[in-house]
């Protein structure tokens, strides 16, 4: 599956309608390849360079936002809608921080993946959707278990828009409730239907991509 752009536009109907406005880099905030700890962490999650330029990853060593991998989310115009921030140390900080209103991650442009995908797979964090697009599969992310209700509604004007047929919801193994109070919300809207994590593996993000095309396929299959 090949990606043009990793914009989408269906945000840019939010920032004439419903958005308050762009975030803000903090002024720490470098390209996280360019950090020997960010690049570390990066690697220890099966991320390179290519993907980590890509997906316009940042990295913050001090301030605020220390220690932190950060994953944007951007307009079609480039605009920075929101931003999320990763903890690289299990010191019993909260591992994820988000600033700005809490926007559905579509890293890929949706107006070249429908000719190839109608279906789109919802998962939890930015790293999922990462590990899922190396598997070629078109995903997005609800920045954590317990979507907003303007998120709820990206997903379905994105469905709507991009006249996709069916949503599937993959979150981590331990949030399976979650993903069904999600299905519940969706499906008035739109076919959705949950997939569950395999065995062996704590979330997509930790996923080998040949293992994530397997579940897809034992579930389309089994469906």
């Excluded at 991320?47 to 980590?52: A, F, K, V, Y």
């Excluded at 907003?148 to 193994?173: C, P, R």
């Excluded at 991509?209 to 089994?222: D, P």
Aim: include cysteine; glycine fraction near 8%; hydrophobic fraction near 40%.
């Amino acid at each position: 599956m090949a990606f043009k752009d990793k914009r989408n536009p269906w945000y840019d109907k939010e920032i004439t309608e419903r958005d308050p406005g762009p975030a803000v880099w903090p002024v720490e905030a470098v390209p996280a390849w360019l950090n020997i700890y960010a690049r570390a962490y990066l690697q220890s999650r099966g991320i390179n360079q290519t993907e980590s330029e890509f997906y316009d990853l940042h990295f913050c060593e001090s301030g605020y936002w220390a220690n932190r991998v950060l994953i944007p989310v951007y307009s079609i115009s480039g605009q920075l809608m929101c931003f999320q921030g990763r903890s690289i140390t299990d010191n019993g900080r909260q591992k994820y921080i988000t600033s700005g209103r809490r926007n559905v991650y579509m890293p890929f442009d949706l107006r070249c993946a429908r000719d190839v995908c109608d279906t789109l797979i919802v998962m939890e964090g930015p790293l999922d959707v990462i590990a899922a697009g190396r598997a070629q599969v078109l995903a997005c992310a609800m920045l954590g278990i317990h979507p907003t209700e303007y998120q709820i509604n990206q997903l379905i004007g994105m469905a709507k828009d991009f006249s996709l047929t069916s949503l599937l919801v993959w979150f981590d193994t331990g949030a399976v409730d979650s993903a069904m109070e999600l299905q519940l919300k969706l499906n008035p809207f739109i076919p959705t239907g949950i997939v569950i994590q395999p065995d062996g593996f704590k979330d997509p993000g930790s996923t080998p991509a040949a293992i994530i095309k397997q579940t897809l396929k034992e579930y389309v299959s089994g469906s």
